[in-house]
């Protein structure tokens, strides 16, 4: 069994994705990121050899992006953000801060499908196990999902390329 | 993901795991005059010193298999090893206090590492010495495969085990390694 850091070396961009595409904002993507890999770090002695590390990993990303909603959603809001600044900079690293407010436009199985699919890689019977439903049913929300991303999102043709 | 957010993303996941105990193998890269170092620790200490030259993905590999796959890089656990080990080669440190868990090296082996730690700084022994000493007067070519497996070379000193002719003999680092650390130790 490989070194679990060679896990977060190889997938965990691909986690990172995933959880800012279900979640939206950066930082709550930065806790069910640390959250997932913990979890699986704890996990992954048992880990079967021929197991699929990828969707695994989507699978535990998933669990964790809904804890990080719930905890979210039970925090009251007292003030608001602060203005957020125009930056001069360009955009932060690799996030297209564009398609990412489009992807959170979308309703909710709608973006997880396209984010397991698209972004995590996973097939549509995976992505089923992981959000219940069926194989087709996520596929026609992936499907949904990207159609209305190509009619908000004016870059839609990078969608397929974001992986 | 760019290297700031890797960074910051890999330094929380190694504190979390550490406080949770899960980080089963923690280690770093370390730059020394003779060449990148690989430094692992358990929680019971310092478990593996690995020269550039031994595959320091083999090494942690290895690691995986035999004390856990849970193997993260996470310098903070080598902070003091790191510390001790410059001020060596700075000629500044003459011995290593340092945990050492040994779970990599059994019977004669362990045997032999141990009488190492003996062997004072600018001191060298021969395999045959060594041999005697650890018990086995006739065992001197398996004096050299413990030297030679030595799993923290530098802090348990095995190049200052040479052949009886005086000659360096071989050394897990390379040749260049131990001629320089002798060099230095003389000095």
Not at chain 1, 38 to 56: F, H, I, Q, R
Not at chain 1, 131 to 136: E, F, I, L, M, V
Not at chain 2, 85 to 105: I, K, V
Request: hydrophobic share 40%; charged share 25%.
């Amino acid at each position: 069994m490989p070194p679990f850091d060679e896990i977060v070396t190889e997938y965990g961009a691909m986690v990172l994705r995933v959880c800012r595409a279900v979640l939206g904002g950066a930082a709550e993507a930065e806790d069910a990121w640390s959250e997932t890999f913990l979890s699986a770090l704890k996990a992954y002695p048992g880990l079967p050899a021929d197991a699929n590390v990828e969707a695994w990993l989507v699978t535990i990303a998933h669990r964790k992006a809904i804890d990080v909603r719930r905890a979210e959603a039970r925090r009251a809001v007292v003030a608001g953000e602060p203005p957020d600044r125009p930056s001069t900079l360009g955009r932060p690293e690799d996030w297209d801060g564009d398609l990412w407010a489009a992807l959170g436009a979308l309703p909710d199985r709608q973006r997880t499908a396209v984010a397991y699919h698209y972004l995590g890689g996973l097939p549509y019977q995976e992505i089923a196990a992981i959000t219940g439903g069926t194989a087709d049913a996520a596929r026609r929300a992936a499907a949904d999902g990207v159609k209305k991303l190509r009619s908000t999102y004016p870059g839609s043709h990078r969608v397929r390329a974001v992986r | 993901m760019d290297e700031d957010t890797t960074t910051r993303l890999r330094a929380k996941l190694a504190a979390a795991a550490e406080r949770d105990g899960v980080l089963d193998v923690a280690y770093r890269t370390v730059d020394s005059p003779v060449g990148e170092l690989l430094l692992a620790a358990t929680e019971a200490g310092l478990v593996r010193v690995a020269f550039a030259r031994q595959d320091h993905e083999a090494v942690l590999e290895n690691l995986a298999e035999v004390v856990s796959p849970r193997v993260l890089r996470a310098p903070g656990r080598l902070e003091e090893a790191t510390r001790q080990l410059g001020e060596y080669f700075d000629g500044q440190r003459r011995s290593f206090d340092l945990p050492l868990d040994f779970r990599l090296s059994r019977g004669f082996r362990l045997a032999v590492l141990t009488h190492l730690a003996e062997i004072g700084y600018g001191k060298t022994e021969s395999y045959a010495e060594v041999a005697t000493a650890a018990g086995s007067p006739r065992a001197v070519r398996a004096v050299g495969t413990a030297c030679a497996t030595n799993p923290l070379p530098l802090v348990v000193p095995c190049h200052r085990v040479v052949r009886s002719d005086g000659s360096f003999g071989g050394y897990a680092g390379g040749p260049e390694a131990k001629h320089r650390l002798l060099t230095m130790e003389a000095a």
